[in-house]
């Protein structure tokens, strides 16, 4: 079994920061592509930004310049810091892990979801 839970969401001022985690535990033999994904009330889930288990990343272009993905491999754990707010940026943001539990067996992940919401 592979877990992934996440922290970090609440309220916030537009303008203002916050930073997710997300914490990978289980059967796990290492993690591949990392990444978060959002969805606000009415419209499909999107890609905010990913990174590969080198450090490659991918910004949704809405994002770009405001949001920075990080990870640490050591503890099997990505971050989302998140910059200048705007509320657009309103939504259920989820983790997504490219778990491999073998050397060849490898399967998507979804953490639950943690609420960002920008409001003055």
């Known amino acids: 079994q592979v877990q992934l839970v996440e922290s970090g969401g609440g309220l916030v001022q537009p303008g203002g920061s916050l930073r997710l985690s997300c914490a990978v535990s289980?059967?796990?033999?290492?993690?591949?592509?990392m990444g978060w994904y959002r969805q606000a009330p009415g419209k499909q889930r999107e890609l905010v930004a990913v990174v590969s288990s080198g450090g490659n990343t991918v910004y949704a272009d809405s994002v770009k310049g405001r949001f920075t993905i990080s990870r640490d491999n050591a503890k099997n754990t990505v971050y989302l810091q998140m910059n200048s707010l705007k509320p657009e940026d309103t939504a259920v943001y989820y983790c997504?892990?490219?778990?491999?539990?073998?050397?060849?067996?490898?399967?998507?992940?979804w953490g639950q979801g943690t609420q960002v919401t920008v409001s003055s």
């Open positions: 289980g059967n796990i033999a290492w993690a591949n592509g």
């Open positions: 997504k892990a490219d778990i491999f539990s073998t050397r060849y067996r490898h399967a998507d992940y």
